[in-house]
């Protein structure tokens, strides 16, 4: 795998997919916050009547609905509203989490004095694997949470030496087991998003070039025309053609050609940044997206794949001359009135003057 599919793939797997995967994981969230709210309830009843008349089992109980129904509220919110920020739903999961042990502490520490703290080791230990944190905040988190209730524990806890040594022991072994559980799941989750990310990247990639593909292209266009329609962004788009490249593949062969095509392909990832895209439009043909660039600096990154081209001295015997190329070029500052397809098609025009007018020729597409 070339260095910049790699970079590609490595760009999306954190971008792209770190939107999609905190979608994902808010709306886990929420699904875990409606499901313990209906926990809670369970609870509720046992406990009063269990403990009957207890503040602190009220205060625990308020404390818990209270912060359950306001991440409900929030995450479907976030949801439907489609605001989502994948670092503002990372820290909403860590209060989430914190906020819930915070709970199951007191809970247990002033209302289950004589119980085992099961609940809190479960929520502990299960709740992180449902989202994929970042390694060392999970470590954190966990080890942080055992320490204060152990602490609180021991402060405040009524009861024999004996009970909190088995606290001590179900914490710890809750720890020994839950970190490399989660680590194990985090890691075999990461490594299937990326799995599925490098699938994605090679159904979008031109096996010979290892340029983007057209279904790749159709894609990037669509996606980069409507926000630099939205957001007064120039745009523009060159189509170009190797000339006499079938002249060329007849008389000298198809392997050639396609060397040809690898070469070609190879000089312009040159030219290649975050503004600007290239993909193999089918056969001889190229296509090139700039964004947000002047047509000074389109014109200078075209002349350089030309220039890099004659650099390379291929001959075409036929036609007695280098091997060249012909590139038509739309460019446009106000996309308003226009589709992304009347852009190509007026780019293909360029292209066909560019050919007409004698070839190896930058043709600028005016009306008319």
Known sequence: MNKSLQDEIKASYMSKNAQQLAKDSLENLRMVSLVSLFICGIFTIIGLTIFGENYFLYVGLVYIYCLLIVFTYS?????????????HVYHLI?????????????INTFILRDI???FFNLFMVLYPILFILKERDLILYQVGSATLFLVISFLYHDRSFYLFQMDVFLIVTGLLIGIPVNIMVLKLRRRELYMKELFVAYSHLDELTKLPNRR????????LFKFNKENNIPLGIALFDVDDFKLFNDNHGHLEGDSILEKLATLIQTQVDRDTFFARFGGEEFIGVFSGQTIEVIRRKLDNIKLNLDNLNIWNK?????????IGLCYLTDLSQITYMKLIDNADIALYKSKIYGKDKIELYTEG
Do not use: Q
Not at 95 to 105: A, E, N, Q, V
Not at 318 to 326: A, F
């Open 116 to 118: 085992p703290p099961v």
């Open 75 to 87: 995450t479907d919110r976030m949801i439907k509203t489609n605001r989502i920020k994948p670092k």
């Open 216 to 223: 790749a292209f159709n894609l990037h266009i669509e996606a």
């Open 94 to 106: 860590l209060t989430f989490l914190i906020g819930m042990s915070l709970g199951l502490i007191f």
């Open 318 to 326: 036929y036609t007695n001359r280098k091997l060249t190329i012909s």
